[in-house]
């Protein structure tokens, strides 16, 4: 049994203006409140070319979801390009780059996590059959359904396409699921903590 999780359902989710006002975004799940979190994930849609925010102290992921791919061109010279299916990028969030849809709008998937006190581990995963995670004390464990379903098999919960799981930071817990399709697995812990072998 797990300690306790949430699942945040894409269509529940609220379309707001992007910290420096240039994009929209959905912001699924954080830890604190206000700009006091240690870690925020959310979902953006980019239709055009736009500065992004940016963010001291935070480290990012990008995946692109959908769209025909984005670059990012970055003020230091640097350009990476997120291409389908599921690119992704890190980078430091006071980084100053641009967004520049290849063809077309995109939807990308955003973690970010506070470097002092977090450290992340990440993942984009295909789902066939069964799986079972297995969380240590004080970790959080996000899982994005980015194609397909997954169901939580001891708790009978499903998950479709968007949607989300949060299991946040307890005692030492599994949680038993199975699905088809491809999750995006992000495992949050204390800055400092050696990743498991």
């Known amino acids: 049994m797990t300690t306790g999780f949430d699942i945040i359902r894409f269509d529940e989710l609220i379309a ?3 910290k420096n006002g240039a994009g929209t975004t959905r912001e699924i799940a954080r830890d604190g409140s206000g700009d006091a979190w240690d870690w925020r994930i959310s979902i953006a849609d980019v239709v055009a070319t736009a500065p992004f925010s940016e963010f001291p102290g935070i480290d990012r992921i990008l995946v692109l979801l959908e769209g025909e791919g ?14 389908p299916p599921f690119g992704f990028a890190r980078f430091e969030g006071e980084a100053a780059l641009t967004g520049r849809p290849t063809d077309g709008a995109t939807r ?9 006190h977090l450290a992340a581990d990440f993942d984009v995963r295909p789902v066939v059959g069964s799986w079972l995670l297995c969380q240590a004390p004080q970790e959080t464990w996000i899982v994005h359904v980015a194609a397909g379903s997954l169901t939580l098999t001891d708790a009978g919960a ?3 396409r968007g949607d989300t799981l949060c299991v946040r930071g307890g005692e ?3 949680l038993r699921m199975e699905g088809a399709g491809t999750v995006f697995v992000a495992r949050l812990r ?3 903590d050696q990743v498991a072998s």
Do not use: C, Y
Request: charged share 30%; hydrophobic share 40%.
């Open 70 to 83: 984005i670059a990012l061109d970055f003020d230091d010279g640097r350009r990476v390009a997120l291409t």
């Open 16 to 18: 707001q203006p992007w």
């Open 108 to 116: 990308d998937f955003n973690l970010m996590w506070r470097r002092s």
């Open 172 to 174: 030492r817990s599994k």
């Open 190 to 192: 204390p800055a400092g």
């Open 158 to 160: 499903s998950l479709g």
